[in-house]
């Protein structure tokens, strides 16, 4: 009988020590996937937001690009129609200077 209580006991304690033993790491695994899917939705967040800004320092630097070429188109316009005019007025002095011999 002596033998059958410290089997009992000695059964019984292994049973508790299996079963705290099998249940701690559920719960590391648990706070482990749960902090690696924080970590993920964090450095999501953070891609977006740095996609974000690239996108629109991109934007910004079209935008003045295209603002430059516009005004050197305008200016090229007013050297060409400057330099057509001052030919005209050159095409009509020697016109008018050989016509007036």
Do not use: I, N, Q, Y
């Amino acid at each position: 009988m002596l033998k059958f209580k410290l089997f009992a006991v000695a059964a019984v304690a292994m049973l508790a020590f299996t079963a705290c033993g099998s249940s701690a790491p559920k719960t590391d695994a648990s706070s482990a996937v749960e902090s690696a899917a924080k970590d993920a939705s964090s450095a999501v967040e953070s891609a977006g937001k740095e996609v974000s800004s690239a996108a629109e320092s991109a934007v910004k630097d079209a935008s003045s690009a295209v603002e430059s070429a516009s005004s050197e188109v305008e200016s090229a316009k007013d050297s060409v129609a400057s330099e057509a005019s001052s030919e005209s007025g050159a095409e009509t002095t020697a016109v008018e200077s050989t016509t007036a011999k």
